[in-house]
């Protein structure tokens, strides 16, 4: 063990409980592994696999996150590929071949894509030394994120009896973690736990009437790297020029900015070249960087949960770090209005799932496990609707299985030749764009076989272009009927399981619709019990509510 993660990671030694995570996923077993953020969760499955021959499956609920750690093993040397939504046919198809041919160890999937007969075939043909479950809270009804496509994964298991499954979370009660590895279907119970105990992580709870001020003193107070997390967009926008005015080097980030903007801002931070970084929940999954000096929530989250988790990026490095939450009386209100938002009435929610497939022109009875572009903006216009009321709606219909809405993913350009081969060399075209046909027929091989997806930036670089030169000729192309070219777009995208169903036949029970509302509630009402009386021990707080020692 030590071996490979010193091979592999330049690590010398485990933290605290990778080592018995990662000796319990050697010896077979199924294993459902607590971590807290900052714990080293993507050791305790990546040691074991690189020990073992085979690929490693890896369920992900997030692009961006899966994105990263390819990337990250790739770096290191070690092969890796993802599947998603927004991935055309033919990339799944090859990367699927790869995974069963190309000698990889590590194959990230999105939940939603392994309810697809493609993968259902491949995955069968494949070489597994282990399935694991990234996020695992989300597969328990009773957990804070619930979310139908991780259900899926029992049928995975079925097909890969003998593989073992390692799950992993960071935020899961006693409750939570028994359902986990039922709906797993784990042999025998296999709970182990880190302690939740962080000695170098100090929690602060403030009741302020005045949040910038205590804000910028924890700024000026604390040197090093902060993460300030908001509720809203406009907090993000309006708390960073705040801080900026004072002379703090800060930034915003959040959900509606442009993504190549959000990966800049992310980037310089990581650095160290921005010191703080004002942002929505969109911000931290994944992030890698054990100096975050201080977490300060500027506005309150939800629930313990989604708190210990963002918390919990502070003094990942082991040294002092502080967790700051600031609140008042107007936060709690805040908090109870948007937890009775987030349940809109069920008529309305029916209504909505009715007016989405009108809006993707899908008729009645069609539209079962395909993937749409999804602009909620643009669907709230047309049917004069507001958009957090609809978009609580569309996850209501997300947490009941008809659906799942993915992040905003990047979907490549595309192009299908309109003209045959042979008819080619008769076109009247300038030298220009001949040589950029030849270009991309070097480039793309079955080119004539139908829409594929292409990549602007190695054409360019391969014909000598600027990117943009490459995007203004495959427009004229596009204009002369040459081609059809379809430029890359960033968009969620809806990814619909069964067809439209009639009204009558869209069963959304009252009394799980009464029980979800109960359950948020009550996370709501942890965190009031928690600002209100924790003060003195906040940390011990935490603890007793995940009944994890």
Sequence with gaps: MEATLKKYWGYDSFRPMQKEIISSALAGRDTL????????KSICFQVPSMMRDGLCIVVSPLISL???????LCARGIRALAVYSGMSYRDIDIALDNAIYGSYKFLYVSPERLQTEIFK???AKMKVNYLVVDEAHCISQWGYDFRPDYLKIRDIRALLPDVPVIALTATATRFVADDIMKQLGFAESNLLVSGFERPNLKYV??????????????CNGVPGSGIVYVAKRKSAEDVAQFLVSQGIDAAAYHAGMNGRVRSDIQQEWKSGAKRIIVATNAFGMGIDKGDVRFVAHYEMPASPEAYFQEAGRAGRDGKQAYALLLWNENDLARLKKTGQAAFPPLDYIKDIYQKVFSYLGIPYEEGAMSSRKFDLQDFCRKYKLFSSSAYYAIKYIEMSGYWSLTEEIDIASRINMLVEREALYSQQLSS???????????MYPGLFGGYITIDEEKIAAAGHYSVLSV????????????????????SPILNIVNERLYEKNLLLPKDEYSSRVERNMARIEAMETYVRTAADAPEKFLIDYFGLK
Excluded: C, F, H
Aim: proline content about 3%.
């Design 33 to 40: 592994a607590i971590l807290p953020t900052g714990g080293g």
């Design 205 to 218: 709870i403030r009741e302020s009437e005045n949040k910038l001020g205590q804000l910028l003193k924890l």
């Design 471 to 490: 995007e203004a000729k495959l427009k004229m192309l596009d204009a002369k009927r040459i081609l059809k070219y379809i430029p890359k777009v960033k």
């Design 121 to 123: 075939v491949r995955v």
């Design 66 to 72: 899966m994105k990263d750690q390819v990337e990250n």
């Design 432 to 442: 220009d764009l001949e040589t950029l046909l030849n270009v991309i027929m070097r």
